[in-house]
């Protein structure tokens, strides 16, 4: 229905309303050629685009409310979510599997998360050397410009 108002405010290419609305250039064309026959109602009457989602809403949440206790809470040993082990939990929680690499859209998509990486330092890391280096040994080690050998 955004597409057909999106059709009648005009203004826009088929190819941005499809950007927009996240489907195909093809898609868009065939609504339009449909608004175009029979306005909105003609649009209604074309019932669903798209394939049904496997998983509920229900089960969205059932999902969401697994994941935010965290890795170790649903028998990880580490702290860390990856794809293969959200669509574990996926499929224990709901009984659906999806490949991990679908994961992430739902994920994005259905469930509004973003991808965050851990901050990675190395426990050896010593801030004090490291500024110590950098003020004292990089100038001697450090190559100028224009200083090549005479």
């Not at 074309?46 to 409310?65: C, I, S, Y």
């Not at 809470?73 to 991990?100: C, F, K, P, Q």
């Not at 994961?103 to 998360?113: A, I, M, N, P, S």
């Amino acid at each position: 229905m955004r597409a057909a108002e999106m059709f009648a405010a005009g203004g826009q290419s088929q190819a941005d309303i499809g950007r927009s609305l996240g489907v195909s250039h093809q898609t868009v064309s065939d609504w339009h050629s449909l608004w175009k026959r029979g306005g909105t109602e003609a649009l209604r009457a074309a019932g669903r685009a798209g394939r049904r989602p496997k998983l509920t809403a229900r089960q969205l949440a059932e999902v969401e409310a697994a994941l935010q206790k965290g890795p170790k809470a649903n028998g990880y040993g580490t702290d860390l979510w990856t794809l293969a082990r959200v669509a574990e939990v996926i499929a224990v929680v709901t009984g659906v599997s999806y490949h991990r690499g679908h994961v992430w859209r739902v994920l994005r998509e259905q469930l509004g998360w973003t991808r965050q990486r851990p901050a990675r330092q190395a426990i050896e890391r010593d801030d004090e050397a490291i500024e110590r280096w950098a003020i004292k040994r990089w100038p001697k080690v450090r190559k100028v410009p224009g200083a090549g050998a005479r």
